[in-house]
């Protein structure tokens, strides 16, 4: 079981930067795939980034590539997202989520643990 609880949300002008942050308990954390997704009004919740269980890759969505970073850390419990040159289409709630798949996960239902969600603004 893993409890994951997201932070770093808020308004933003396009063109800024936001770091998200997703603070997990529980002891199996370093045996978790973690992923962000995001979800804006009206659409479906779309895949934005993974990392592995020891940090060692990670996997985009196309939209996020070169401008976001996910990574991890282990020793405490958490994974990060930093988000730059952020765009309007940005806008959305984000979440953080964990999956005990062995194998790469891109979809919701992959992933069993989900956080509450993160707003994230940006303003033209």
């Known amino acids: 079981q893993v409890q994951l609880v997201e932070s770093g949300g808020g308004l933003v002008q396009a063109g800024g930067s936001l770091r998200l942050s997703c603070a997990a308990s529980g002891s199996t954390f370093s045996s978790c795939l973690m992923g962000w997704f995001r979800q804006a009004p009206g659409k479906e919740r779309e895949f934005v980034a993974l990392?592995?269980?020891?940090?060692?890759?990670?996997y985009y969505a196309d939209s996020a590539k070169g401008r976001f970073t996910i990574s991890r850390d282990n020793a405490k419990n958490a994974v990060y997202l930093q988000m730059n040159s952020l765009k309007p289409e940005d806008t959305a709630v984000y979440f953080c989520?964990?999956?005990?798949?062995?194998?790469?996960?891109?979809?919701?239902?992959?992933?069993?643990?989900w956080g509450q969600g993160t707003q994230v603004t940006v303003s033209s």
């Open positions: 990392i592995t269980r020891s940090g060692g890759r990670t």
């Open positions: 989520a964990a999956s005990v798949r062995l194998s790469p996960a891109f979809y919701p239902y992959e992933y069993p643990y």
